[in-house]
């Protein structure tokens, strides 16, 4: 009799709190100034309960969304459940400094070290395919320096503990440990399917991407590391769910390992606090998950 396969939850640190993410709803639980633990939920629709979600490389564009709506939506509702009411982000602001953001990521983590590599190449006269390498390493220094950083903010390191107690409860619900703040802090704070391992894999699929696509003027260069973010975050995510399905085999267990080192960077051990916040969270993404089967 084969062993009933568990659904894959995910998962995301918040400001003071936690996001839990199933097939069909989500829940957020975030632990506010007064120490009460607030938490709201909603039915997951639309692209999450469409055919796409079946497609491979197709729902690879649901992750994408997951980062950047979804994750950006209940950043800020944390952001706003530890503010005074006339500093709360909401409407045109909360649009703005979205598009904003994106647009220095993209330029920063993209457009940067293809200018940059582009420039090297035609001083040194490289090939393109040490042209794209030297470009993909200077992402992933760009990306390590860039979390090394905002690591030390006090605030940021509070949402890296988060994040820990955030993997650490997936990790003993998968597990099959009933989940107590206790029981799931003996867990390690790493998990393979984590958004850290997903950027890690991300470079260096677009260091083979790129290279597939010959000589290009720096025009052309810059708006393919634009216009290809989606296709490469699509072939990152089934890569990064096949080595999911697959920590048995060694060879896997090989291959993630800067995936796992990198996440060293963006967990810290959390305190029972959090971890019951973490739990409350998955908690309640469950009892709507169930319910919504009912």
Known sequence: ?????????????????????????????????????????????????????????????????????????????????????????????????????????????????????HLFKNLFVWSNLWSNLVEGILRLILIIAYIWSVGKIPDIKRVFMYHGAEHKTINAYEAGVYLTPENVNSFTCVHTRCGTAFLVILVVISIIVFSLLGPLSLLWRLLSRILLIPVLASIAYEYMRWTANHTDSKFVQF????????????????????????????????????????
């Open 255 to 294: 291959i993630i390992r800067p995936n796992l080192a990198l996440q060293r960077l963006t967990t810290s051990e959390p305190d029972l606090s959090m971890i019951e916040v973490a739990i409350t969270a998955f908690n309640s993404m469950i009892e709507m998950e169930n319910s919504s089967e009912t």
């Open 1 to 117: 009799m084969t062993e009933e396969k568990l659904p894959s939850y995910g998962g995301q640190a918040l400001i003071e709190g936690i996001l839990m993410r199933g097939s069909k709803s989500l829940a957020a639980a975030m632990r506010d100034p007064n120490g009460e633990i607030i938490v709201k939920r909603e039915s997951l629709s639309g692209i999450y309960t469409s055919k796409i979600k079946k497609l491979p490389f197709l729902r690879g564009l649901i992750v994408l969304w997951d980062a950047l709506g979804l994750g950006t939506k209940y950043l800020t509702i944390s952001a706003n459940v530890q503010s005074d009411e006339d500093e709360q982000i909401e409407g045109p602001a909360l649009y703005i400094s979205l598009i904003i953001s994106l647009a220095i990521g993209i330029g920063v983590f993209f457009v940067a070290p293809a200018a940059l590599s």
